[in-house]
Nanobody, 116 residues
Framework: QVQLVESGGGLVQTGGSLRLSCAVS????????MGWYRQGPGKQRDLVALIASDGSRNYADSTKGRFTISRDNAKNTVYLQLNSLQPEDTAVYYC??????????WGQGTQVTVSS
């Protein structure tokens, strides 16, 4: 089992920045890929960014160049830096971990609200 706890969400004005954190505990050595997803009001949950165990990164087109995913293995934490935030970025942001056999684990989510 893997436990994920997100933090760092909040209310920010258009153009502002936030850094989300995802603390990882449990069987973290089983994790192959970590990711951030988001779900806006009335929308489905969509991929924001992924970081694999080899350090490779992938981003959704809508966030490329504005968001950065990173990890600190010593702190067992994955981060998502959000820059140039827009109202359409308003969503609940979820941390995800997928193990080597494809089982996904989710955090509870953290709300990001961008005011216009």
């Amino acid at each position: 089992q893997v436990q994920l706890v997100e933090s760092g969400g909040g209310l920010v004005q258009t153009g502002g920045s936030l850094r989300l954190s995802c603390a990882v505990s449990g069987n973290r050595f089983s994790i192959n890929v970590m990711g951030w997803y988001r779900q806006g009001p009335g929308k489905q949950r969509d991929l924001v960014a992924l970081i694999a165990s080899d350090g490779s990164r992938n981003y959704a087109d809508s966030t490329k160049g504005r968001f950065t995913i990173s990890r600190d293995n010593a702190k067992n934490t994955v981060y998502l830096q959000l820059n140039s935030l827009q109202p359409e970025d308003t969503a609940v942001y979820y941390c995800n971990a997928k193990n080597w056999v494809g089982v996904s684990f989710w955090g509870q989510g953290t709300q990001v609200t961008v005011s216009s």
